[in-house]
Protein backbone atom coordinates (compact mmCIF):
# COMPACT_ATOMS: atom_id res chain seq x y z
CA UNK A 1 0.00 0.00 0.00
CA UNK A 2 1.15 3.29 -1.15
CA UNK A 3 2.00 5.58 1.99
CA UNK A 4 -0.24 9.21 1.36
CA UNK A 5 1.74 11.86 -0.95
CA UNK A 6 3.12 14.28 2.14
CA UNK A 7 2.08 17.92 0.95
CA UNK A 8 3.90 21.03 0.17
CA UNK A 9 1.45 23.93 0.45
CA UNK A 10 2.66 26.73 -1.59
CA UNK A 11 2.20 29.53 1.58
CA UNK A 12 0.70 32.22 -0.18
CA UNK A 13 1.65 30.72 -3.18
CA UNK A 14 5.37 31.32 -4.20
CA UNK A 15 4.94 34.39 -2.33
CA UNK A 16 9.16 34.70 -2.35
CA UNK A 17 9.05 35.19 -6.04
CA UNK A 18 5.22 36.77 -6.87
CA UNK A 19 2.95 38.72 -5.45
CA UNK A 20 1.38 36.76 -2.50
CA UNK A 21 -2.00 34.95 -2.97
CA UNK A 22 -1.90 36.33 -6.83
CA UNK A 23 -3.01 34.08 -9.59
CA UNK A 24 0.65 34.57 -10.49
CA UNK A 25 2.09 33.05 -7.77
CA UNK A 26 -0.36 29.96 -7.27
CA UNK A 27 1.05 28.81 -10.85
CA UNK A 28 4.03 29.32 -10.15
CA UNK A 29 4.34 27.49 -7.41
CA UNK A 30 2.42 24.20 -9.14
CA UNK A 31 5.41 24.68 -11.45
CA UNK A 32 7.96 24.73 -8.68
CA UNK A 33 6.55 21.36 -7.15
CA UNK A 34 4.39 22.81 -4.74
CA UNK A 35 1.08 20.03 -4.54
CA UNK A 36 -1.43 22.12 -2.61
CA UNK A 37 -1.77 26.05 -1.81
CA UNK A 38 -2.45 27.94 1.11
CA UNK A 39 -4.12 31.22 1.04
CA UNK A 40 -6.20 33.91 3.04
CA UNK A 41 -9.41 35.02 2.17
CA UNK A 42 -11.75 38.48 3.25
CA UNK A 43 -15.08 39.60 2.78
CA UNK A 44 -15.62 42.50 0.78
CA UNK A 45 -18.58 45.32 2.02
CA UNK A 46 -20.95 43.52 -1.41
CA UNK A 47 -20.33 40.52 -0.21
CA UNK A 48 -17.69 38.73 -2.22
CA UNK A 49 -14.23 36.70 -1.42
CA UNK A 50 -10.99 38.01 -2.50
CA UNK A 51 -7.70 36.04 -1.54
CA UNK A 52 -5.85 37.97 0.57
CA UNK A 53 -3.86 37.90 3.92
CA UNK A 54 -3.94 41.17 5.15
CA UNK A 55 -7.43 43.26 6.36
CA UNK A 56 -6.64 46.33 4.51
CA UNK A 57 -4.19 47.03 1.31
CA UNK A 58 -1.69 48.89 3.10
CA UNK A 59 1.41 46.97 2.45
CA UNK A 60 0.85 45.53 -0.82
CA UNK A 61 -1.10 47.83 -2.60
CA UNK A 62 -0.90 51.67 -0.39
CA UNK A 63 -4.52 51.72 0.23
CA UNK A 64 -4.99 51.90 4.34
CA UNK A 65 -9.19 51.12 3.67
CA UNK A 66 -10.43 47.62 5.00
CA UNK A 67 -11.14 45.00 2.62
CA UNK A 68 -14.59 44.75 4.51
CA UNK A 69 -15.46 49.05 3.92
CA UNK A 70 -14.93 48.41 -0.12
CA UNK A 71 -16.92 46.81 -2.42
CA UNK A 72 -15.52 44.07 -4.98
CA UNK A 73 -14.74 46.76 -8.12
CA UNK A 74 -12.52 49.09 -5.36
CA UNK A 75 -10.11 46.00 -4.27
CA UNK A 76 -10.05 45.15 -8.07
CA UNK A 77 -8.54 48.66 -8.57
CA UNK A 78 -5.61 47.26 -6.25
CA UNK A 79 -2.12 46.29 -8.55
CA UNK A 80 0.11 44.03 -5.98
CA UNK A 81 3.64 44.68 -7.17
CA UNK A 82 2.22 47.51 -9.34
CA UNK A 83 0.88 45.21 -11.57
CA UNK A 84 -1.07 41.82 -9.87
CA UNK A 85 -4.88 41.50 -9.53
CA UNK A 86 -6.02 40.57 -6.22
CA UNK A 87 -8.43 37.36 -6.99
CA UNK A 88 -11.30 36.54 -6.11
CA UNK A 89 -11.79 33.00 -4.44
CA UNK A 90 -14.03 31.88 -7.03
CA UNK A 91 -11.31 32.83 -9.83
CA UNK A 92 -8.85 30.69 -7.67
CA UNK A 93 -11.19 27.85 -7.36
CA UNK A 94 -11.76 27.72 -11.49
CA UNK A 95 -8.31 28.09 -12.32
CA UNK A 96 -7.34 25.34 -10.23
CA UNK A 97 -10.29 22.84 -9.66
CA UNK A 98 -8.80 19.41 -7.87
CA UNK A 99 -5.97 21.19 -6.67
CA UNK A 100 -5.95 20.65 -2.85
CA UNK A 101 -5.97 24.13 -0.62
CA UNK A 102 -6.01 25.24 2.43
CA UNK A 103 -8.27 28.45 2.79
CA UNK A 104 -8.28 30.05 5.93
CA UNK A 105 -11.29 32.56 6.35
CA UNK A 106 -9.38 35.26 8.26
CA UNK A 107 -12.19 37.90 9.80
CA UNK A 108 -13.22 36.82 12.87
CA UNK A 109 -17.05 37.05 11.84
CA UNK A 110 -19.09 33.53 11.91
CA UNK A 111 -21.57 35.43 10.01
CA UNK A 112 -19.78 34.82 7.08
CA UNK A 113 -19.02 31.06 7.19
CA UNK A 114 -22.63 30.42 5.17
CA UNK A 115 -21.65 32.57 2.16
CA UNK A 116 -18.08 31.05 2.48
CA UNK A 117 -19.28 27.76 2.50
CA UNK A 118 -21.77 28.44 -0.63
CA UNK A 119 -18.81 29.58 -2.66
CA UNK A 120 -16.96 26.45 -1.59
CA UNK A 121 -20.08 24.04 -2.24
CA UNK A 122 -21.18 25.60 -5.39
CA UNK A 123 -17.41 24.32 -7.29
CA UNK A 124 -17.74 21.17 -5.68
CA UNK A 125 -14.39 22.01 -3.68
CA UNK A 126 -15.22 19.55 -0.37
CA UNK A 127 -13.11 16.72 -1.60
CA UNK A 128 -10.15 19.10 -2.23
CA UNK A 129 -10.19 22.50 -0.04
CA UNK A 130 -9.91 22.34 3.60
CA UNK A 131 -11.61 25.04 5.48
CA UNK A 132 -9.09 27.02 8.24
CA UNK A 133 -9.38 29.64 10.64
CA UNK A 134 -7.63 30.91 13.39
CA UNK A 135 -10.71 31.90 15.22
CA UNK A 136 -12.76 29.04 17.04
CA UNK A 137 -16.24 30.26 16.86
CA UNK A 138 -15.90 30.49 13.02
CA UNK A 139 -14.56 26.87 12.96
CA UNK A 140 -17.39 25.84 15.47
CA UNK A 141 -19.82 27.63 12.81
CA UNK A 142 -18.04 25.78 10.23
CA UNK A 143 -19.00 22.28 12.02
CA UNK A 144 -22.59 23.79 12.34
CA UNK A 145 -22.74 24.72 9.12
CA UNK A 146 -23.02 20.89 7.39
CA UNK A 147 -19.47 21.45 5.90
CA UNK A 148 -18.21 17.78 4.45
CA UNK A 149 -14.56 18.82 3.53
CA UNK A 150 -11.99 18.63 5.81
CA UNK A 151 -11.18 21.52 8.58
CA UNK A 152 -7.87 22.42 10.45
CA UNK A 153 -8.07 22.91 14.20
CA UNK A 154 -8.29 26.40 15.14
CA UNK A 155 -6.03 28.15 17.75
CA UNK A 156 -7.66 26.58 20.59
CA UNK A 157 -7.74 23.04 19.28
CA UNK A 158 -4.38 22.78 18.90
CA UNK A 159 -4.01 24.28 22.52
CA UNK A 160 -6.00 21.24 23.84
CA UNK A 161 -3.82 19.11 21.54
CA UNK A 162 -0.70 19.87 22.98
CA UNK A 163 -1.84 20.88 26.85
CA UNK A 164 -4.53 18.48 27.22
CA UNK A 165 -4.40 14.21 28.11
CA UNK A 166 -5.01 12.55 24.86
CA UNK A 167 -8.06 11.17 25.28
CA UNK A 168 -9.79 14.26 26.53
CA UNK A 169 -8.36 16.11 23.34
CA UNK A 170 -9.41 13.39 21.08
CA UNK A 171 -12.84 14.38 22.40
CA UNK A 172 -12.85 18.11 22.19
CA UNK A 173 -11.02 17.84 18.51
CA UNK A 174 -12.92 18.22 15.61
CA UNK A 175 -10.71 19.26 12.82
CA UNK A 176 -8.34 16.93 10.94
CA UNK A 177 -5.56 18.45 9.96
CA UNK A 178 -3.05 20.61 12.89
CA UNK A 179 -1.87 23.50 10.70
CA UNK A 180 1.12 24.74 13.03
CA UNK A 181 4.38 26.67 13.59
CA UNK A 182 6.90 24.90 14.84
CA UNK A 183 7.06 27.06 18.24
CA UNK A 184 4.19 28.84 19.59
CA UNK A 185 5.81 31.30 22.04
CA UNK A 186 7.81 29.47 24.34
CA UNK A 187 5.84 26.05 23.87
CA UNK A 188 7.59 23.61 21.27
CA UNK A 189 5.23 21.88 18.43
CA UNK A 190 7.89 20.52 16.32
CA UNK A 191 8.57 17.36 18.71
CA UNK A 192 8.43 13.79 17.92
CA UNK A 193 6.16 13.10 20.66
CA UNK A 194 3.52 15.91 19.59
CA UNK A 195 3.58 14.74 15.73
CA UNK A 196 3.24 10.95 17.17
CA UNK A 197 -0.38 12.09 19.10
CA UNK A 198 -1.13 13.78 16.06
CA UNK A 199 -0.83 10.41 13.76
CA UNK A 200 -2.42 8.36 16.62
CA UNK A 201 -5.51 10.52 16.49
CA UNK A 202 -5.53 10.30 12.46
CA UNK A 203 -4.57 14.19 12.17
CA UNK A 204 -2.30 15.97 9.55
CA UNK A 205 0.78 17.48 11.17
CA UNK A 206 1.58 20.44 8.88
CA UNK A 207 4.27 23.25 9.67
CA UNK A 208 4.51 26.63 8.62
CA UNK A 209 6.31 28.21 7.14
CA UNK A 210 8.85 26.57 6.22
CA UNK A 211 12.00 28.07 4.33
CA UNK A 212 15.12 26.53 4.90
CA UNK A 213 15.84 22.87 3.77
CA UNK A 214 17.64 21.50 6.53
CA UNK A 215 13.95 22.90 9.05
CA UNK A 216 11.91 21.01 6.19
CA UNK A 217 14.54 17.71 6.45
CA UNK A 218 14.10 17.39 10.54
CA UNK A 219 10.64 17.99 10.48
CA UNK A 220 9.68 15.42 7.96
CA UNK A 221 11.96 13.01 9.33
CA UNK A 222 10.11 13.10 12.99
CA UNK A 223 7.22 12.44 10.55
CA UNK A 224 5.03 15.57 10.09
CA UNK A 225 2.69 15.22 6.77
CA UNK A 226 3.37 18.02 5.01
CA UNK A 227 4.73 21.74 5.05
CA UNK A 228 3.82 25.23 3.53
CA UNK A 229 6.24 27.00 2.45
CA UNK A 230 7.15 30.54 0.52
CA UNK A 231 9.60 29.06 -1.68
CA UNK A 232 8.37 25.54 -3.06
CA UNK A 233 10.96 25.53 -5.15
CA UNK A 234 13.53 24.93 -2.43
CA UNK A 235 11.64 22.68 -0.61
CA UNK A 236 10.64 20.54 -3.27
CA UNK A 237 13.73 18.26 -3.29
CA UNK A 238 13.54 17.45 0.14
CA UNK A 239 9.79 16.39 -0.28
CA UNK A 240 10.65 14.34 -2.91
CA UNK A 241 13.65 12.35 -1.09
CA UNK A 242 11.06 11.88 2.01
CA UNK A 243 8.02 10.63 -0.05
CA UNK A 244 10.48 8.56 -1.63
CA UNK A 245 11.70 6.95 1.55
CA UNK A 246 8.02 6.70 2.92
CA UNK A 247 6.87 4.58 -0.81
CA UNK A 248 9.87 2.46 -0.40
Request: glycine letters at 6%.
Amino acid sequence: MTTPKIRLFAHRGACLRCPENSLEAFRLALEDGANALEMDVHATSDGRFVVAHDAHGARLAGDRRPIRSLTLEAVRNWRLAGHALVPTLDEVLEAFPGTTMSIDLKPRDSSLVPLFLDRLNRSGAEEWVTVASFHHSVMLEVHRSGWTGRTALSRLEVAWLRLLPEKLSRRMIRGQSAQIPPSAGPIRLDRSAFIDRCHRLGLRSDYWVINDPEEADRLLEMGATGLMSDDPKRIAPVIAAHQVRRDQ
